[in-house]
């Protein structure tokens, strides 16, 4: 009887936990259930340290990208099977807890339904919670499915039909899922001038990236000018910063011997300009050397990686619309406007004090990493920032830093990894709760600039 009652009391416990706290307990225990399985014999090539299992089972988690053990020749065919379901767990899991705490913003989600945002927050009843699970998935495997026959084209010809079909199966999932893992140590460089690779791969991340509620206004609207405003602004943000970063890339490497300059014919440097500019967005693969560019190409990757992709997406980062809403404030302020406008609609101070915070608590985070990083390991500035951004948009690219981290620089990066990862829904619950003040106090005033 005693026993019984503490197991209830436990469960009660748990379910009186915020949901901030249930998902990151959720993360964490598939964290530690995905180290447990990747440390057994049979699912490495070779022993492996703890450090390396849970490392490898958080980056897969988060969706991340970063490894310590090439994912090719260091894990059996098992071994890559359980990363590819963390991966497919950690994307599709956040996708569908993403559109759980949309829903708890007042903001209603579904297939036949169309993005709305509400000022205020409201009851929201969860009867739809069914049909978005399913669609969700079904986008998902659609997808990776559509990816992965087509990718089968490039691998199947060059490794086999069974080792082929894995390999397309493998990077459709984790191309989807914006996780970045490959079976190649030079992630997909071998394939820098492949059309087949250069498309697929980017396109699978970019639909990943863009967010459910994106796919679905989409899907159901059929025109631009009938979407709502949160797809028109995903939908043109994603375009103008891939557009930036393509440019940009191209200008500043072209004749770099290192990345863009080694290639023959301006075709392969124009596709790899492209790859480079679209996987920031957390896709975390590359075909060219990442450690080979110049430090204002690396600084604007990072700028590129810590923005990510969409909410309630496979993506990370600040994301997009927290981006240009910043971005619309600072115009408004120079323009004296106690408002925002874009396409015909207007956005009040609750979204900018929204992404003001969640802003705000990613660069102190961003900013704490880097600064333990600099003070507990000796080399370059950059590579170790670079790091940390990668690790904090959960990315996966890397300068080189990942595999000389110590103890400490691996549970730093990983707490990173984690944070990117479950931090923003969590920031967003908060901003879904608000409290009225029972004392009001007078305004007063400081000074500013």
């Known amino acids: 009887m005693a026993l019984t009652f503490r197991t209830r009391l436990r469960a009660f416990r748990v379910r009186r936990l915020p949901p901030p706290a249930m998902l990151a307990l959720l993360y964490l225990s598939l964290v530690m259930l995905g180290g447990v399985l990747l440390k057994l014999p049979f699912a490495t090539t070779q022993p492996i340290s703890w450090s390396d299992a849970v490392f490898t089972s958080t980056s897969a988690v988060t969706v991340t990208g970063l490894a310590v053990v090439d994912t090719g020749s260091g894990f059996t065919l098992f071994g890559q099977m359980v990363i590819a379901f963390l991966i497919q767990m950690g994307g599709l899991g956040l996708m569908t807890f993403a559109g759980l705490l949309l829903l708890a913003l007042g903001i209603s989600i579904g297939l036949p339904q169309r993005l709305i945002l509400r000022e205020d927050l409201k009851q929201t009843s969860l009867s739809n919670l069914p049909t978005l699970v399913r669609v969700i998935f079904t986008v998902a495997l659609l997808c990776e499915t559509i990816g992965a026959a087509l990718l089968a084209i490039v691998f199947v010809p060059e490794f086999g039909l069974w080792p082929g079909l894995w390999h397309a199966v493998f990077h459709s999932i984790s191309a989807f899922n914006n996780a970045g893992?490959?079976?190649?140590?030079?992630?997909?460089?071998?394939?820098?001038?492949?059309p087949i690779v250069n498309l697929v791969i980017p396109l699978l991340f970019i639909v990943g990236g863009l967010g459910f509620v994106?796919?679905?206004?989409?899907?159901?609207?059929?025109?631009?000018?009938?979407?709502?405003?949160?797809?028109?602004?995903m939908l043109v943000g994603t375009g103008c910063l891939i557009a930036w970063g393509w440019v940009t890339f191209a200008v500043l490497e072209w004749w770099n011997p290192g990345t863009l300059g080694g290639l023959d014919g301006w075709g392969a440097k124009l596709w790899a300009s492209w790859f480079q500019a679209v996987t920031p967005r957390t896709a975390g693969f590359n075909t060219l050397d990442t450690g080979a560019m110049h430090d204002a190409t690396a600084l604007m990757t990072i700028s590129l990686m810590l923005v990510g992709g969409?909410?309630?997406?496979?993506?990370?980062?600040?994301?997009?619309?927290?981006?240009?809403?910043?971005?619309?404030?600072?115009?408004?302020?120079?323009?004296?406007?106690?408002?925002?406008?874009?396409?015909?609609?207007?956005?009040?101070?609750?979204?900018?004090?929204?992404?003001?915070?969640?802003?705000?608590?990613?660069i102190i985070l961003v900013l704490m990493g880097v600064f333990l990083m600099t003070i507990t390991h000796d080399g370059e500035f950059l590579p170790m920032a670079f790091e940390v951004a990668s690790a904090f948009g959960t990315v996966g690219l890397s300068m080189g830093v990942t595999g000389e981290l110590d103890g400490f620089g691996r549970a730093?990066?990983?707490?990173?990894?984690?944070?990117?990862?479950?931090?923003?829904l969590t920031v967003g619950f908060f901003l879904a709760t608000r409290s009225i003040p029972r004392v009001r106090y007078p305004a007063g005033q400081i000074y500013l600039g």
């Open 181 to 194: 893992f490959a079976l190649f140590p030079d992630s997909l460089s071998r394939w820098v001038g492949d």
């Open 412 to 424: 730093l990066i990983m707490a990173i990894m984690f944070l990117g990862r479950v931090g923003p």
């Open 214 to 233: 994106v796919l679905a206004d989409i899907n159901q609207k059929r025109g631009f000018h009938r979407l709502s405003l949160h797809s028109k602004l």
């Open 310 to 362: 969409g909410s309630a997406s496979t993506a990370s980062g600040i994301k997009v619309t927290t981006l240009i809403v910043l971005l619309l404030a600072t115009v408004a302020f120079f323009r004296r406007s106690t408002s925002l406008h874009v396409f015909g609609r207007s956005l009040g101070i609750d979204e900018v004090m929204k992404v003001m915070a969640l802003t705000t608590v990613s």
